[in-house]
């Protein structure tokens, strides 16, 4: 058995690039940084912080582009991918990013903190997402269920029914 998944809280660090390819899906790339927080052996309280590339596509892409923005706080759920390609310079380049599958938009509209918005990636549309709650870390149980409480009725979401 093998698993490979990537769950992240953090803050964008610049906005979203949303791109399509040649046979028209969208595409959208961008970054968040998570801090860590530790206390070293001399009892210095230290932080550090990392930085993570994330892609996502089709319809999620897409609402990446028009909600996600440069400080915005996610909840990002996918799987690592690394990808090996030669630069225009000839040197051989690596990056491993995050394959967006769930993403959760952890503060509102520029500003607002009271609200979060979920979203899934499938090939052919959105769904509603049944996440395994062992797989979830515990600070974000309580906004997963509060989205899944203001979208009970609604087994889809739909870009139209985003109240921001």
């Known amino acids: 058995m093998n698993l490979n998944r990537a769950m992240l809280i953090g803050n964008l660090t610049r906005d979203p690039e949303v791109r399509?390819?040649?046979?028209?899906?969208?595409?959208?790339n961008f970054s968040i940084a998570t801090n860590r927080v530790w206390t070293g052996n001399d009892g210095v309280k230290q932080t550090a912080v990392d930085y993570h590339n994330l892609v996502a596509w089709g319809k999620l892409?897409?609402?990446c582009g028009q909600y996600l923005f440069k400080g915005k706080k996610?909840?990002?759920?996918?799987?690592?991918?690394?990808?090996?390609?030669?630069g225009q310079d000839g040197v051989k380049r690596t990056r491993?990013?995050?394959?967006l599958e769930?993403?959760?938009m952890l503060d509102g509209q520029r500003?607002?903190?009271?609200?979060s918005s979920r979203f899934t990636g499938e090939a052919d549309g959105y769904k509603k997402p049944q996440?395994?709650?062992?797989?979830?870390e515990p600070e974000v149980l309580p906004i997963i269920e509060q989205?899944?409480?203001?979208?009970?009725?609604?087994?889809?979401?739909k870009v139209e029914d985003i109240p921001f």
């Open 61 to 63: 892409a897409d609402i």
């Open 102 to 104: 769930n993403m959760i």
């Open 20 to 28: 399509k390819t040649p046979n028209g899906q969208s595409v959208a």
């Open 96 to 99: 491993t990013e995050v394959v």
């Open 111 to 115: 500003g607002a903190t009271d609200s």
């Open 74 to 86: 996610i909840y990002a759920e996918g799987r690592l991918q690394t990808r090996d390609w030669d």
């Open 147 to 157: 989205a899944e409480q203001t979208s009970a009725e609604d087994e889809e979401i």
């Open 131 to 136: 996440p395994s709650e062992s797989a979830i």
